[in-house]
Nanobody, 122 residues
Framework: QVRLVESGGGLVQAGGSLRLSCAAS??????MAWYRQAPGKQRELVAS???????NYADSVKGRFTISRDNAKITMYLQMNSLKPEDTAVYYC??????????????????WGQGTQVTVSS
């Protein structure tokens, strides 16, 4: 299975920005996604990108977050702007074995990184 390593998390004030990276051990041609999990809450899907580059976002981050991947499809990014305290969570990347992202299938059959902490102070 492909290995994934997230980076770029940290502490930022509300209104600030962070860029998360998810580096893969090999080229990933299929769909990928970012999830987050806040303390005491279930892991939630934040954004996904298909093999063809189509993107989808949770309503809570639309207009603020942007998911992308490099042309070599080795690294995926999550640009996070206008951060809010409620964005505080551990952020995980997921690589899906399918070309489109279906959370119920990809989250159970794909690869996961170890997570990176994002803390937004008010």
């Amino acid at each position: 299975q492909v290995r994934l390593v997230e980076s770029g998390g940290g502490l930022v004030q509300a209104g600030g920005s962070l860029r998360l990276s998810c580096a893969a051990s090999e080229t990933i041609i299929n769909a990928m996604a970012w999830y987050r999990q806040a303390p005491g809450k279930q892991r939630e899907l934040v954004a996904s990108i298909t093999r063809g580059g189509s993107t989808n976002y949770a309503d809570s981050v639309k207009g603020r977050f942007t998911i992308s991947r490099d042309n070599a499809k080795i690294t995926m990014y999550l640009q996070m702007n206008s951060l809010k305290p409620e964005d505080t969570a551990v952020y995980y990347c997921n690589a899906c074995p399918f070309s489109i992202y279906i959370s119920s299938r990809c989250s159970t059959s794909g690869s996961w990184g170890q997570g990176t902490q994002v803390t937004v102070s008010s």
